[in-house]
């Protein structure tokens, strides 16, 4: 599925709050073309403002559980599915607990993944990008990226999928590779090329010096890979 870039209508999250982005919605639209949320036990593991969560439940998931450091995130999630009068189980902690409740049908996962150059340049970048703990996932991006893969056969119940949307600039191969190693099937379902957002355009020039995005650049392509374990 390759979906053209289409402008939409930012949700205003508090600030320290990710905002539903391109990547949310990519995510989101994966979920449903895929097909699996209804009646499944569904993780949401980097919840943010819950929307991936609500999404699911919305969808038809039996049960949602959704993980989140952040207690900003926590709090949001929370309301926006009580608002949404979907029942999700939001805790807050790193996504690595939702071991402790598995396994699940479907895992859903939107987690930091841009490289973070070595000198802190978190301060150019505007509030309006949510927190940098949603963004900066060390210097290859790969943070939490590769510890997730490691634990897809963890979360995963026999026959389940984990979906997972991250840039190029975090090294697509490497999330494949890294899934194949522990037994999952895994290919790209979903990509969509999005112009700079005010994070990527702060860090355009370090990541094409370190060779993470193609010189000249001015837009990203972002993926989601599909997991299935056996
Ligand atoms: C890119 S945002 C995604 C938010 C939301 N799922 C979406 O798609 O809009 C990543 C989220 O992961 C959270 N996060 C960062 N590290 C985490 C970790 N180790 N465990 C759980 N959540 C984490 C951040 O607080 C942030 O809310």
Redesign the pocket.
């Known amino acids: 599925m390759t979906t053209a870039y289409t402008d939409f209508d930012t949700v205003a999250t508090p600030v320290g709050?990710?905002?539903?982005?391109q990547?949310?919605y990519l995510?989101v639209e994966a979920m449903e073309q895929a097909g699996l949320a209804p009646g499944s036990r569904v993780a949401?593991?980097?919840?943010?403002?819950g929307?991936?969560a609500v999404a699911a439940a919305a969808a038809g998931a039996a049960e949602v559980t959704a993980?989140?450091?952040?207690s900003n995130?926590v709090q949001y999630a929370r309301a926006s599915a009580s608002a949404a009068g979907m029942d999700v189980s939001v805790h807050r902690?790193?996504?690595?607990r939702a071991v402790e409740f598995g396994p699940y049908d479907l895992v859903l996962a939107?987690?930091?993944?841009v490289p973070h150059p070595p000198l802190d340049d978190t301060s150019v970048i505007p509030s309006t990008a949510?927190?940098a703990?949603?963004?900066n996932a060390g210097t290859d991006g790969r943070l939490?990226l590769d510890p997730l893969c490691a634990a897809a056969p963890l979360l995963l119940d026999e026959g389940g999928t984990m979906l997972i949307?991250h840039s190029e600039c975090s090294n697509v191969q490497q999330t494949l590779r890294g899934l194949r190693v522990h037994g999952m099937r895994a290919e790209v379902v979903a990509q969509q090329v999005i112009p700079f957002g005010p994070v990527m355009t702060a860090r355009a020039q370090w990541l094409m010096q370190s060779g993470l995005l193609a010189p000249g650049a001015r837009c990203e392509r972002i993926v989601v890979i599909r997991a299935d374990a056996p």
Request: net charge negative; aromatic share 14%.
């Open positions: 709050v990710y905002p539903p982005q990547d949310s995510l949401d593991l980097c919840t943010g403002s929307v991936v993980f989140d450091i952040c995130a902690g790193s996504w690595a939107n987690p930091p993944y949510g927190p703990q949603a963004w939490v949307v």
